[in-house]
């Protein structure tokens, strides 16, 4: 949890540091293959950091960036669909949009709750 106005691209290598990918057989990886970010992310120490700790980028460029080397694969860009879906529900949850909490320890169990909820609202759905 961070500052309101403080950018998140400044801590993507906290984030990535701090997560695992399960595996089907074996210990999780610590690294995701691919990330896909928003222009947001377009910035040179982003993508060499990832490209050091072999992660494929794929992050479009500004329009005030030279374009680059490699092909911009758009089919996995359009998979963040689902998180941008996930960040538009946790934007009705009126809780967590207006951040009511000024704990961060707070603000972050009441995301946990939003996810609980949404989480059984989905597995015990008549609709399903």
């Known amino acids: 949890?961070?500052?309101?106005?403080?950018?998140?691209?400044?801590q993507l290598r906290t984030v990535l540091e701090g997560i695992s990918v399960p595996q089907p057989v074996g210990r999780p990886r610590k690294r995701p293959e691919r990330l896909a970010g928003d222009k947001g992310y377009s910035f040179t120490n982003v993508r060499e950091w990832l490209r050091a700790h072999g992660i494929e980028a794929?992050?479009?460029?500004?329009?005030?960036?030279?374009?680059?080397?490699?092909?911009?694969?758009?089919?996995?860009?359009?998979?963040?669909?689902?998180?941008?879906?996930?960040?538009?529900?946790?934007?009705?949850?009126?809780?967590?949009a207006t951040r009511f909490e000024k704990l961060a320890v707070s603000l972050l169990a009441m995301f946990k709750l939003a996810m609980i909820q949404r989480y059984l609202k989905i597995a015990f759905s008549d609709t399903a």
């Open 1 to 10: 949890m961070t500052a309101g106005q403080r950018h998140e691209s400044t």
């Open 58 to 96: 794929i992050i479009p460029d500004r329009s005030n960036q030279k374009k680059q080397r490699q092909p911009f694969d758009k089919r996995s860009y359009r998979r963040r669909c689902v998180i941008e879906q996930c960040v538009g529900w946790l934007k009705e949850c009126r809780r967590i």
